[in-house]
């Protein structure tokens, strides 16, 4: 398998070159050459492997289409030490949840940081680790974060030879909870930084960094963006094994929805999807920050100013563009990257937005391809959660009920419709309480984190002083 660039670079890449790699050097994102395509017989094999072998072992038949330049051997063992009980809480890893009949919640928020990120980011490490160890290099990773995206990445990292990370937040705007579980971290590659700023200026920083080529190589300085294809491939295996679980045959559909952001989880089902996993609809939810619904409503695709993204509920959906929405607009425009350029690398530059309404492929989006979308306000994740609460006894997050509030306007008589579950309430409790009057359960391995040692170093926002402690530690 090879990969190709969005944006028209088709020198052939493997997987291993572009792993450690964020955007191609065009400005593209990505993509594998052509999806694997699954026929029925090889659907029923993969529903018995699930069935008999579990998670993993249904991880390891999807990542080797995509992967071959790993042993396979190598491959199974880092699914097999990547998705076990231990770190996800349970022998199914995705479970189900039945709402009411055929309509389910799929659970990926029980991984070390309670959010589905840990479901690529626990794969990302192991896959860094082990390169690395075969190249004989060292990584430093340099990101930014408020919240979800730094704990996945701190978890799956703490501990890996050959990789140290650097995770800038700022200072005193992380919610308690999240400050917690990051600064109580004690792992010797795990270096938390609080800057004296907001979230812009830590971005700022990771930017300048990233721009400092002789320092970027010095240092081999690297991200864990969502923009990288191992964690979008990664996610492709929950639709399968949602699927599984959700049906009794391959002959039945099932539909998803997706509480949306950068558009990372609900490309990776366009992926399954398009492997030919028997999916209906692909259900984009959206919170305020509608930009995706936008454009499935009416074809224009309209990125937001810093000023006109809403801080909401649901903050880890609180973006103004969603980074990996390329990868769809270059299947649906018939791979033809010359075009993709034009459009993400000089319209949305220039004009801020584009459109396709008058374009044929855009009515596809829906027809071919399956994408429906809706959005969500804060007083419907409120009704929602109390709804949720009070008819099922189950609390679920401001995401998940972003998604729940959707998917119920595009329910079908015998489809099974499957919500995928983002993080747990207790990440994000204050609207708990506010919807349920109640602190929501918290899972017992983080009884008292608040109370435990923090490492952690507060920095004034100045680049080259980041760059001094990064050195510092690289002796
Ligand atoms: C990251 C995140 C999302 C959005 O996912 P995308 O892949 O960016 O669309 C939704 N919910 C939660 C809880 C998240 O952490």
Known sequence: MNYLSTRGDATPRKFCDI???????????????????????????????????????????ILSLYIDDIPADDLKAICAKTYTPEVFGNKVIVPLKQLQDGFYLEALSNGPTLAFKDMAMQLLGNLFEYELARRGQQLNILGATSGDTGSAAEYAMRGKKGIRVF???????????????????????????????????????????????????????????????????????????GYF??????????????PSGNFGNVCAGHVARMMGLPIRQLV??????????????????????????????????DISKASNFER?????????????????????????????????AFKQAASRYGFVSGKST???????????????????????????KVASEYVQPGVPMIVLETA?????????????????????????????????????????????????HCG
Request: glycine letters at 6%.
């Open 167 to 241: 995770m800038l937040s700022p200072h005193g705007r992380m919610s308690a909870f999240q400050q917690a579980q990051m600064f109580s971290l004690q792992d010797e590659n795990i270096h938390n930084i609080a800057i004296e700023g907001v979230f812009d200026d830590c971005q700022d920083i990771v930017k300048a960094v990233s721009n400092d080529l002789a320092f970027k190589r010095q240092y081999n300085i690297g991200t864990v963006n969502s923009i990288n294809w191992a964690r979008l491939l990664a996610q492709v295996v929950y639709y399968f094994a």
């Open 284 to 317: 984009v939810a959206t919170n305020e920050n509608d930009v995706l619904d936008e454009f499935f409503r009416t074809g224009v695709y309209r990125v937001r100013a810093a000023a006109d993204t809403h801080e909401t509920s649901s903050p880890s959906m």
């Open 19 to 61: 792993l450690l790699e964020g955007l191609a050097p065009d400005g593209g994102l990505y993509l594998p050459e052509g999806y694997p395509q699954i026929d029925a017989a090889t659907l029923a094999v993969w529903r018995r492997v699930h069935d008999e072998q579990g998670y993993a072992a249904l991880a390891f038949e």
């Open 245 to 258: 679980q959700a049906t009794a045959s391959n002959a039945e559909t099932v539909s998803f929805t997706v």
């Open 378 to 404: 804060h007083a419907d994740r409120l009704a929602t959660i109390r709804r949720v609460f009070k008819e099922h006894g189950l609390m679920i997050d401001t995401h998940t009920a972003d998604g729940v």
């Open 328 to 360: 769809f607009v270059f299947d649906l425009l018939g791979r033809d990257g010359a075009r993709v350029k034009a459009l993400f690398g000089e319209s949305l530059a220039k004009a801020g937005s584009f459109d396709l309404s008058g374009d044929e």
């Open 424 to 472: 747990l309430p207790i990440k994000f409790a204050a609207t708990i309480v506010e919807a349920l009057g109640r602190e929501p359960d918290r899972p017992a391995k983080f009884e008292g984190i608040e109370a435990l040692p923090r490492r952690v170093q507060v920095m004034s926002a100045d680049a080259g002083a980041v760059q001094s402690l990064i050195a510092a």
